[in-house]
């Protein structure tokens, strides 16, 4: 019966060949294995090589702070070439991080591909498909007539647009695996690997089978290796599939935090720790986007303000009416921010990513909120890239996928930028001392990471919530239907808008009770129509 070695960090990066195509499980500082990461770097450091890799990150390629995840292979002629759903962003110990500053500079070719789809395109690789077809990303920088994903010059094209019974679809190729190098808490003898400490399991399993089956290796770094074989129901990636294991006993649950057993789901623990949104602009933001929310409704959370929306739910003693699910994989519980982010406190299971994106990708949830960084006249929406500060955005990670079908979509942001803007809430109004002198509402944006043609087309519900006015996007085109107390519709919005916006027939003020501090309460909307069940079968 085979066993895999036991090998310790750079005996097992030794192992990787020249022109190997890697693939790395992690998202940002979650579930990263990043003292395997750390010996390739030092190998190429003091030997040169492994040269010319090609990497795989189908979430994120590790956090910002200092060097970690991609950063340690990060350096000139040992990375070629690059996929990933997102990158570090920063701030850095190295402004820009290291990965960016090659792709910047062009001396590696980069593709952000959608995160679900370069989980599936791990499948297709492992299932010796020839790729994935999809209309995640159609109309958006995926699409071909836009950039095909591709992050600079340097990259060749990628993507192309196949007809297909009848409609265009894109096409992502697989891309075979030689190296998979996976995370989990425990390995037993015949190199089986549980993950009762981990938050989420990613996409490990599949990784594991695209390099397993393409006649690859498999690296599993894990905090312990137990004696005796592990219950066969607690396994995740079974041992056929594993050819190295690296023990890391230090190994923590994020790259920047310690253990907590709240977030694997073996215990529960009371949310009275989650501290309340500090009182500001951001969380009035956040109390308006919880007032699209329903009873019983299954919302999936983005990065970035809309992150916020837990906190205003649960302050308002709602968080047990409705269930969060996250890209990583949790399903239920409290969503956390900061390093835990993709992770949940309590959470009522934890699935593999690539079966995550499964319910995202084809709209089975009520709602999705996500952040905006500019609005284009049309409703596109640009959340991934910003040339003049293009290492401060992480790319796009499953907002794509998430958008693609997803029937209401609730998209937070403010309403300008840029240095000196002072914004004052309290009293039941707003007051904007001094206006951000850069719109965010613009003719075009940087980057299409949303498109509003395609969700128009696909009857999508969607609406943007800024602290001084809510707008909709519809046929006729982009329309405010709500304005702060306190904001005068022509000076403060129209008139700081890039673009021509419509006004409702039937503009209302917001909620006044927003922008008070104390008025945390609130309804949530009635429980959306379900398909109706025939209670005289059921019994």
Known sequence: MRTPLVLDPDRAAALVRDGATVSVSSSSGLGCPDRVLEALGDRFTATGSPRAL????????????????????????????????SLPSGPSRFDPPLVRRLIESG????????????????????????????????GTYADPAL?????????????????????????????????????????????NLSYEHEASRLG????????????????????????????PA????????????????EQMQTTQTQYDPALSGEEMRSLEQIEPLPWGPEKVIARRAARELHRDDIVNLGFGLSAGVPRVVLEAEHQDEMTWVLEQGPVGGFPLTDFAFGSALNPHAIMQSADQFTLLQGGGIDVSLLSFLEVSAAGDVNVSHLPAHSHVTAGIGGFADITAHAPVIVFSGYFTAGRGRELVVGDGRLEIVTDGPVPKFVPEVAQVSFSGRAGRDRDQRVVYVTERAVLELRDEGLTVVEIAPGVDLQRDVLGRAAIPLLVAEDLRLMDADLFVEDAHEFDLRVARPRPELDVEVAR
């Open 54 to 85: 090609t990497s795989l990150h189908p979430i994120a390629a590790g956090d910002m702070y200092g060097i970690k995840g991609v950063d340690h292979i990060a350096r000139p002629g040992m990375l070629r070439r690059i996929f990933a759903g």
């Open 107 to 138: 001396e590696v070719e980069a593709y952000n591909i959608p995160s679900g789809v370069l989980f599936q395109m791990h499948r297709a690789a492992a299932a010796r498909q020839p790729g994935v077809l999809t209309d995640v990303g159609r």
């Open 147 to 191: 950039g095909g994903a591709r992050m600079n010059a340097a990259t060749p094209e990628f993507v192309s647009v196949e007809r297909v019974a009848g409609a265009d679809w894109l096409f992502y190729p697989a891309v075979p695996v030689d190296v998979a190098i996976i995370r989990a808490t425990t390995a037993d003898p015949l190199g």
């Open 204 to 231: 490990a399993l599949d990784q594991a089978y695209a390099a397993h089956n393409n006649g690859g290796l498999v690296i599993a770094q894990v905090e312990r290796q137990v004696g005796e074989r592990l219950p």
């Open 234 to 249: 607690r396994v995740h990636v079974p041992g056929i599939l594993v050819d190295v294991v690296v023990v890391v006993p």
